[in-house]
């Protein structure tokens, strides 16, 4: 068999992982630049030679935000094109409609509403620390559901597998936030009751997603 003919390799959960990982490194470094670069007059020159888009480093230093700008995009974009090109011709809107009807990302999405309530209620937890790491991290996981759940056919388990890792890591946050929202500010009792409800029915569901796609991997290509 030709090296043309060799089987396109199946990203496991690990694959993804360190995909993501990468990605969101990148991300991180261009944030942080951006934000130490933001008011030096070549910022746009010096955060394309540290990202090393060093294609962009010309004597005419034209379109230099745009350029940095779309690099930045076209980088976060390609890998994920060669990844997957079928997503681009894929409806939108039924995948939006897909995610939005999982009971899982229905209760993650209710329980962000649910704070956002709280805190409207409640002002003075609306600037204290664990309130703000239970808000966050309680979106990030309807966020990262979001993105594993949109795949109605499951042509990439892997990834769904680690974005649901993902969207465990930031309900297992909002967990212990809320454990020390609780020391620190005391809710009402029955208000706490139901928040941890909702946060461990959240995190068990993920839990048995994850269960099952891996199952379902291993039916598909016998991998462990």
Sequence with gaps: MSDDEQPEKIWDEYDWERFLQQQDRKTEKYMELLEKYIDHPDRDQ????EMGWN??????NERWAEEVEEMFEEEMQDELDLLDDEEED????????DFEVHPLYQ?????TVWLDQLFDEREELQNHPAAVKLSTNAAIC?????AALSDDEIDEIGMTIAY?????KAITTAMEAASQLQREVKLEEERYG?????LFQIRDAIIGLMGDYRAEFRRRYGAA
């Design 107 to 111: 209760a993650s999405f209710a329980l």
């Design 142 to 146: 309807s966020a990262k559901l979001a």
């Design 164 to 168: 649901l890792k993902r969207a465990l």
């Design 46 to 49: 010096i955060i394309a030679r």
């Design 55 to 60: 294609h962009l480093l010309n004597e005419d």
């Design 90 to 97: 894929a409806d939108t809107e039924k995948q939006e409609e």
């Design 194 to 198: 139901v928040l941890t409800q909702r």
